[in-house]
């Protein structure tokens, strides 16, 4: 049977929880379909999702449609739980892009539309809500070319927009004008079909067609449209079809050695770690040992030998995660007994490409400390558990280690946070009020070097030499390593030290903030070698060690970035606002003094559309002023776009470590 993991996205509230539930209903896998205000439905699984009727935690389903298991993957749709999305793309054979007929292409959808056209990621479209009052297929599909960029095929036609009754038939090779639509689009991607349908136009059959819908839907060059209504369920059997029929559902290479990508981690009822992973390759049995890859590199405890042992294994089948003794390439499971797996780690064999992280990282910090001061140990430890699950939330403590912050996207992930707490760890916690996250950029290349000492010494505890260099690289590179001296001359685990040191030494900068856009490249670099006395054994003190190397690379790291100098940069969201035509003389003035950049109005009817640039520190006033300056009657969107130079005033931060 072949295997096809399905991705469901959409802007918050466009209904792709309620499609899922539909899905699910059709395929025969619930007698009932459940409802997301009722706090009913089974991909929303935890007790804060139901109060709060969104989805906060990705979560899988599977049902079987002909012969093939399709794992279904619910993601959040509120911006503020971005990172979860991010990790569900890394394992993706397909994705559904859910729109709402009435509110049409948000700020949301063209976020991750452009997270699955950079990955590849072979898309269909379903037009939701088509029974709600102001539903206009014809806009969205214009929207889905003009705005996203898609190559976007209505596969049915509408009627009965904004009632009950509201449908969608399939087109089929009856219709002539669908049969040219269907050519005109396919032939503009793949020059094969143009020149088979100008040399011998009668062979281009049907049959033909859609097989090449299919190949170019599999290769992200087309996308299908589907429309219909989740709640009525209209379209959704024709959705169902075309799961099948036009995403890429294979069959896994089961031979090939074991590989697999952990793309979520949680904690079972006793405090186990539970990890969620998608087999690349191979099978994966209980009582295996794996080792565990992250980020392309061994952790630590595979360094020395030791491996993770498999204890028990449940894959995700007709809706439900059932034990059984191994799980299969294709397939996603969650497995137990890997402690040493985190988000986006390999087991097995890693894969070719580190995985990267594309979606706009957090912008906002916030200090978190426990009501009750006799939670402290309590509230790191839990902490430390959500970290595992979502690693941007990036913990920092300051040096006593009485205070700890964490990054967030927005105030809801505050509020979920405090709430998971409370309600998972029996820790209340108080939060002080969001700050914008900055970063730092160098603005010339410095070097450092620190000579090696003749011996290890209270005063040289370090028995290791290293030269670095920091150069600038242009904006949005991030951060690169290099070598300036002969590969080889350097031992791999000393390499390797300074190579996973150089995140951590990069973590502050001269003003307290993360360092990126530069390349990292070590200039020189000394060592003694392993050494013992005289019949004896190992000595540490006259033998250089991996971990000199990394204590050493920070602190060399620093003094380079003394030298190079860096500018602080603020984060910057794009933002676009509908407002009243009467009053854009009133607002334009509030624009400036909060820092933003708006470009020339442009007239929407009655009223008027202002887009341009704004601090994300003044996001949240714009939102708390904007009612009473528009009369209630302005609409915001605003996403993050990028990070530039501060004006004024640099902001810094007490420098802590990550944990």
Not at 92 to 121: F, K
Not at 226 to 242: K, Q
Not at 318 to 347: C, D, F
Request: charged letters at 20%; hydrophobic letters at 40%.
């Amino acid at each position: 049977m072949r295997t096809l993991n399905l991705g469901i996205v959409a802007h918050v509230n466009a209904g792709k929880t309620s499609l899922t539930e539909r899905l699910l209903y059709a395929a025969g896998v619930i007698d009932e379909v459940g409802s997301v205000d009722d706090g009913t439905t089974q991909a929303d699984t935890l007790a804060l999702e139901r109060r709060r009727g969104i989805t906060i935690k990705s979560a899988v389903v599977s049902f079987v449609v002909g012969d093939v298991t399709v794992n279904l993957i619910d993601t959040p749709g509120h911006p503020d739980f971005i990172a979860e999305v991010e990790r569900v793309l890394s394992v993706l054979d397909g994705a559904v892009l859910v729109v709402s007929a009435v509110e049409g292409v948000q700020p949301q959808t063209r976020i991750l539309s452009r997270a699955l056209q950079r990955r590849g990621v072979p898309m269909l479209v379903f037009v939701n809500k088509l029974d709600r009052v102001g539903a206009d297929d014809a806009r969205v599909l214009h929207d889905l070319a003009g705005t996203l960029g898609l190559a976007p095929i209505a596969l049915a036609s509408t009627s009965r927009l904004g009632t009950r009754q509201a449908s969608a038939a399939p087109y089929d090779d009856d219709d002539p004008a669908f049969r040219t639509r269907l050519l005109d689009l396919l032939a503009e991607h793949d020059d094969a079909l143009l020149a088979s349908y100008l040399a011998h136009p009668a062979e281009i059959t049907y049959a033909r067609l859609r097989a090449e819908l299919g190949s170019l839907t599999g290769r992200a060059r087309v996308h299908p449209v589907l429309l219909g209504s989740a709640i009525t369920g209209a379209g959704v059997d024709s959705l169902l079809e075309a799961l099948v029929e036009l995403l890429p559902a294979r069959h896994g290479n089961l031979d090939a050695p074991v590989a697999g990508t952990v793309f979520k981690v949680e904690r079972g009822p006793a405090g186990e770690k539970v990890s969620f992973v998608r087999m690349r390759s191979g099978i994966l049995k209980t009582r295996d040992w794996m080792q565990v890859v992250s980020g392309g590199i061994r952790d630590a405890d595979a360094d020395a030998g030791t491996e993770h042992r498999v204890t028990a294994i449940r894959v995700f089948e007709q809706g439900s995660a059932v034990p059984r003794g191994s799980v299969s390439a294709g397939q996603i499971a969650k497995v137990w007994g890997l402690g040493g797996a985190t988000v986006g780690a390999s087991l097995g064999v890693p894969p070719a490409t580190r995985e990267e992280f594309r979606f706009a990282p957090p912008t906002l910090e916030t200090v978190v400390t426990a009501s009750r001061p006799g939670d402290r140990r309590a509230l790191h430890l839990a902490l430390s558990q959500l970290a595992e699950q979502d690693p941007l939330i990036n913990l920092r403590s300051n040096h006593d280690g009485d205070e700890t912050a964490l990054s967030l996207y927005g105030e809801v992930q505050k509020e979920v946070i405090g709430e998971t707490l409370l309600a998972d760890f029996g820790v209340a916690v108080e939060f002080r009020e969001s700050t914008t996250i900055c970063i730092e950029r160098p603005v010339n290349p410095g070097e450092a070097m620190e000579p090696i000492p003749s011996g290890r010494s209270a005063e040289h505890p370090l028995l290791a030499g290293l030269g670095l260099c920091l150069e600038p690289l242009p904006v949005g590179s991030g951060v690169e390593f290099g070598l300036q001296i002969e590969r080889g001359s350097l031992p791999r685990a000393f390499l390797t030290a300074v190579e996973e040191s150089v995140p951590t030494g990069l973590s502050h900068g001269l003003a307290g903030w993360q360092v990126t856009d530069c390349r990292v490249s070590i200039t020189d670099s000394h060592y003694w070698a392993r050494q013992s006395h005289a019949h004896g054994t190992f000595d540490r003190s006259m033998s250089t060690t991996a971990d000199d190397f990394r204590s050493l690379t920070p602190i060399v790291l620093r003094r380079a970035l003394r030298r190079a100098g860096t500018v602080v940069c603020e984060p910057m969201h794009r933002f676009r606002l509908e407002i009243p035509s009467d009053l854009v003389g009133s607002l334009l003035p509030v624009l400036t003094r909060l820092g933003a950049e708006p470009r020339q109005p442009e007239p929407r009817g009655t009223s008027y559309r202002i887009a341009g640039d704004i601090p994300a520190a003044a996001v949240h006033a714009l939102h708390q002023q904007l009612p009473t300056l528009t009369r209630g009657d302005g609409v915001l969107e605003c996403v993050f776009d990028h990070y530039r130079p501060v004006h004024g005033t640099v902001p810094t931060r007490p420098r802590g470590s990550l944990r």
